[in-house]
């Protein structure tokens, strides 16, 4: 049975460690193109999918009588859930809750601020206002318009800011730590198959040293003694 020479094993192995290496720097690359050709799409693949909830947007219309009485229609639309609380204030003082609160008469005529804060059972809130007109004897209606100033907070969200920045610095250094192995397992798959210089072994007996060195040493020139006093 014939065996593989070890010449040609190490010629295997060092073509499969080549191809791996090749393989990873091909890797590396094409995703590192990605990010530069389109980073947003890339980086919010990576991210999670975080869906805020849709709140509700309160809304109402009014009426007078001309005997300083009003009366309010709830018109709130809901959000992703159904609204739980109705919560208005009539601007004088009085607070009622419910939908759609009987008619509410006020002790002067004036015009007073009416507002309606309406919440759902995912705890969003919206707030709407009303510029009411109580003028004896008259008739006046009309509609409420948003507070953009309702539930308004500032709230910094650290983790929503440090993470896509973290985002970032993971995905350069894992390819970045790619393309240093991916070089590393080329280099190394090249070294094994490329052509090795043919080595010549010779031994060297210790008499054959002696005269190697006698035939490097230089001559010594023979001086004659002083002459004689």
Known sequence: MAFLKREHVELLIGIGVL?????????????????????GDFFRGQM???????GPSASFTWDTNGANTTTVQDNSRQGDVAITSWNWNFGDGTRVSGQNPGPHTYANASVYQVSL???DGNGKESRAVA??????????SGDSIGDPTAGLQLNLDFGSILQPVAITFLTF???VVLSMVGGAVTRAGWNMIKPKPETIRVRLKPKHLTQAIEEDAPSVVMLPPPPAR
């Open 48 to 54: 999670p999918q975080q869906q805020t909830p849709v």
């Open 131 to 140: 510029q009411v007109q109580v003028v004896p004897m008259q008739t006046r």
């Open 117 to 119: 804060t309406v919440g």
């Open 173 to 175: 250094g894992m390819y």
């Open 19 to 39: 191809a791996l290496g090749l393989g990873l720097l091909v890797f590396t690359f094409s995703h590192a193109l990605a990010i530069a050709t389109a980073p």
